[in-house]
């Protein structure tokens, strides 16, 4: 079984910055795909960024391309998201996601494991 969990959310002001982190437990850890999502109440949930297993490959939602940064620490079994230049659109629920093919994929459906999440509001 895995586990994720996710840190980091909060409020901030428009153009302010935050880092969100996920822990995922399990012994493959390492090597699974990692992938952002968020959520806004009344929408689908959408892909926001996603790494492979060894953080060879990294991919990003257009909206957000240039503002934030994916990465891991394999070593910590850890996965963050830098989020800059925030904007109140970019206000949603994170949630962290594993897939177990390790590849940084951007489509929802193709992960296996979740977080619970973890707000962000940005304030304009």
């Known amino acids: 079984q895995v586990q994720l969990v996710e840190s980091g959310g909060g409020l901030v002001q428009a153009g302010g910055s935050l880092r969100l982190s996920c822990s995922a437990s399990g012994r493959a850890a390492i090597s699974y795909g990692m992938g952002w999502f968020r959520h806004v109440p009344g929408k689908d949930r959408e892909f926001v960024a996603a790494?492979?297993?060894?953080?060879?490959?990294?991919y990003y939602a257009d909206s957000v391309k240039g503002r934030f940064a994916i990465s891991r620490v394999n070593a910590r079994n850890t996965v963050s998201l830098q989020m800059n230049s925030l904007k109140a659109e970019d206000t949603a629920v994170y949630y962290c996601?594993?897939?177990?093919?390790?590849?940084?994929?951007?489509?929802?459906?193709?992960?296996?494991?979740w977080g619970r999440g973890t707000q962000v509001t940005v304030s304009s």
């Open positions: 996601a594993a897939n177990l093919d390790g590849v940084a994929d951007t489509r929802l459906n193709e992960y296996d494991y």
């Open positions: 790494i492979s297993w060894n953080g060879g490959n990294a």
